[in-house]
């Protein structure tokens, strides 16, 4: 690890002494602090603000709406926000 990562990963308030030991606890700490946090908004918005291409069959725009929606959290509306979505655009 260079010396940037190295502060980082010292800076990390999750990791007890013991934990600073242990490379696991160390990557996983340091996994939570730079991969991105999930913004189920954002990914609403363009899950809601999606078109479908003029080239792409409807079958591809499902897909494509199905995709988007694994992630957000919709639940048992999945299946008829996505069938709104198809018959609104």
């Not at 690890?1 to 934990?19: A, F, I, R």
Request: negative net charge; glycine residues 4%.
């Amino acid at each position: 690890m260079g010396p940037e990562c190295k502060n980082v990963s010292d800076s990390l308030p999750d990791l007890t002494p013991d934990d600073r030991k242990n490379p696991k606890a160390i990557m996983g700490a340091l996994q939570g602090y730079f991969v991105p946090k999930h913004n189920v908004l954002h990914e609403r918005f363009m899950f809601s603000s999606w078109s479908k291409n003029p080239r792409e069959t409807i079958d591809e725009f499902v897909l494509r709406l199905s995709m988007l929606a694994e992630s957000l959290e919709f639940e048992n509306l999945k299946d008829s926000l996505i069938r709104d979505r198809h018959n609104g655009r």
